[in-house]
Nanobody, 123 residues
Framework: QVQLVESGGGLVQAGGSLRLYCAAS????????MGWLRQAPGKEREFIAA????????YYADSVKGRFTISKDNANNTVFLQMNSLKPEDTAVYYC????????????????WGQGTQVTVSS
């Protein structure tokens, strides 16, 4: 089992930045693939980015390329999502997730989920 806890969400004006944090604990996750997804009201959950815990290979959805950056701190078992140039359409609940298969992760298919953190971007 992997336990994930997100933090860092909040209210920000359009054009601003936020950094989300995901603290991971539990079962060893040296082979894990960590990801961020989001769900806006009335919409399906959307994959944003994934990163290999070992090696740091990343993958992004086209909608956030160049604006969002996923990264990790192995020493502190934390995954980050740096979000810049935020837009009102980025408003959603953001989830941290984990799996052990890179290709499933790139497809947005994860096995472990955090509780989510709200991000609201005002215009």
């Amino acid at each position: 089992q992997v336990q994930l806890v997100e933090s860092g969400g909040g209210l920000v004006q359009a054009g601003g930045s936020l950094r989300l944090y995901c603290a991971a604990s539990g079962r060893t996750y040296s082979r894990a693939v960590m990801g961020w997804l989001r769900q806006a009201p009335g919409k399906e959950r959307e994959f944003i980015a994934a990163i290999r815990w070992s090696g740091g290979t990343t993958y992004y959805a086209d909608s956030v390329k160049g604006r969002f950056t996923i990264s990790k701190d192995n020493a502190n078992n934390t995954v980050f999502l740096q979000m810049n140039s935020l837009k009102p359409e980025d408003t959603a609940v953001y989830y941290c997730a984990a799996t052990y298969d890179w290709f499933r992760g790139r497809n947005g298919e994860f096995d472990y989920w955090g509780q989510g953190t709200q991000v609201t971007v005002s215009s």
